[in-house]
T-cell receptor, first 115, second 112 residues
Framework: NAGVTQTPKFRILKIGQSMTLQCTQD?????MYWYRQDPGMGLKLIYYSVGAGITDKGEVPNGYNVSRSTTEDFPLRLELAAPSQTSVYFC??????????????FGPGTRLTVL | KQEVTQIPAALSVPEGENLVLNCSFTDSAIYNLQWFRQDPGKGLTSLLL?????REQTSGRLNASLDKSSGRSTLYIAASQPGDSATYLCAAVSGNTGKLIFGQGTTLQVKP
């Protein structure tokens, strides 16, 4: 298994451009998550999905959109990129067997700079 | 609203020392608590997950404890090695959707 894969690894955007960060998992996990990590900080949840066709907002959803058409893929869309979106973006997935056991597995991250 | 805090932000110890990393959370109604390791420029690696009904979990030289009543978790690292140098993050799950609330992390340096 490749686990959780993310593309691209690095990207530089100009203000106002848009892009999609790709995330794919091959572990048949039902739950998927997008986090961002700013320098020296912990991670903050952007959006999450509990299954195909179901998505919901996290702590910091403004400026982002998601979709989940398949179990494997959970792309994150940035519209009208702003410097405040400069961050490292992590995708994660889990097979939630019950509410108390939900071990999340993370991808390697995408480093995004908006200039 | 759940808040997770890790103190200190950075820690430097000589090789071989036993050490404890601290994590505190404000809402005791957690489902589980996870400890992660993050190497510079890399993603997160799950170290230990403690379910709400458990008091501790062990993996090799690592032992994590959970005290919901006091809102605290600790990660104990025995006989530290230079390869343990990394940032350690704790994260609490308060709802059944598995959303993680992260602390800011403790950056550990183990000197040879």
């Amino acid at each position: 298994n490749a686990g959780v894969t993310q593309t691209p690894k690095f990207r530089i955007l100009k203000i106002g451009q848009s892009m999609t960060l790709q995330c794919t998992q091959d572990m048949n996990h039902n739950y998927m998550y997008w986090y961002r990590q700013d320098p020296g900080m912990g991670l903050k949840l952007i959006y999450y999905s509990v299954g195909a066709g179901i998505t919901d907002k996290g702590e910091v959803p403004n400026g982002y959109n998601v979709s989940r058409s398949t179990t494997e893929d959970f792309p994150l869309r940035l519209e009208l990129a702003a410097p405040s979106q400069t961050s490292v973006y992590f995708c994660a997935s889990s097979k939630a067997t019950d509410a108390t056991y939900n071990e999340q597995f993370f991808g390697p991250g995408t480093r995004l700079t908006v200039l | 609203k759940q808040e997770v805090t890790q103190i200190p932000a950075a820690l430097s110890v000589p090789e071989g020392e036993n050490l404890v990393l601290n994590c505190s959370f404000t809402d005791s109604a957690i489902y589980n608590l996870q400890w992660f390791r993050q190497d510079p420029g890399k993603g997160l690696t799950s170290l230990l997950l403690i379910q709400s009904s458990q008091r501790e979990q062990t993996s090799g030289r690592l032992n994590a404890s959970l005290d919901k009543s006091s809102g605290r978790s600790t990660l104990y690292i025995a006989a530290s090695q230079p390869g343990d140098s990394a940032t350690y993050l704790c994260a609490a799950v308060s709802g059944n959707t598995g959303k993680l609330i992260f602390g800011q992390g403790t950056t550990l340096q183990v000197k040879p």
